[in-house]
């Protein structure tokens, strides 16, 4: 039996496996190319696709995912609205005029007095024609009348129209007589107040030295 003749012998070269099987899986995963190309061969140096930042590489097989929107607050948790501030209290001087003159007036006036020495003071609140020579045709108007010394000092705050802020007038009268003029009030101020109506008495009285002994 002759023997088989050998490759080497006959001037041949046996193609190994591998370089049988190079030209079908580079012409299938790495065609040639003037550009570069990636393929999917892979390799041992490649990074693990799922352990890459999506945001950095485009290789990471993660998919973004839409930004979460904050949950939504309970309705418990809504923003309170702020607290109402404190209505501020009324001036004593909004009051009704004849609740301010009866509850405010004429009590601070008793004390005031009763300080400058007047101790039998007797104030009254009445709407009355004005007791001054002149006025008789002149309509009733609300008066503030003090009287002490047994009537014989008089004095009246007059209120043309039940409202501090209207026009007003002072009389004064002695040994129980009426009073011969009227005149104007505390007219160079813009807004009365208990204060100014205390002060502006007391300083009317001071003039006519009833108050302070000289």
């Not at 040639?32 to 140096?45: E, F, L, Q, R, Y």
């Not at 990074?47 to 904050?70: G, H, I, Q, R, Y």
Request: charged share 25%.
């Amino acid at each position: 039996m002759a023997d088989e003749t050998n490759h080497n012998e006959a001037g041949e070269v046996a193609p190994s496996t591998v370089e049988q099987q190079a030209p079908s899986v580079a012409e299938e995963h790495a065609p040639s190319t003037d550009s570069p190309v990636a393929t999917d061969i892979p390799s041992a140096n490649a990074p693990d696709p799922t352990a890459l930042n999506p945001e950095t590489s485009p290789n990471a097989a993660v998919e973004k995912t839409a930004a979460k929107k904050p949950a939504a607050k309970p309705a418990g948790d809504a923003a309170k609205p702020a607290a109402a501030k404190k209505e501020k209290a009324p001036a004593l001087e909004d009051k009704p005029f004849g609740e301010f003159i009866q509850q405010d007036f004429m009590p601070a006036l008793t004390a005031k007095l009763a300080k400058q020495g007047v101790e039998d003071l007797e104030l009254t609140l009445a709407k009355e024609k004005i007791p001054v020579i002149g006025y008789a045709d002149a309509p009733e108007c609300s008066q503030i009348i003090g009287r002490w010394n047994d009537g014989w000092r008089e004095f009246r705050v007059y209120f043309m129209q039940d409202n501090l802020q209207g026009p007003r007038g002072f009389s004064y009268a002695e040994n129980k007589g009426k009073p011969s003029t009227i005149e104007p009030f505390l007219i160079d101020e813009r807004k009365i107040t208990l204060d100014l109506l205390l002060f502006g008495v007391v300083q009317r009285l001071n003039a006519q030295k009833w108050l302070v002994r000289n």
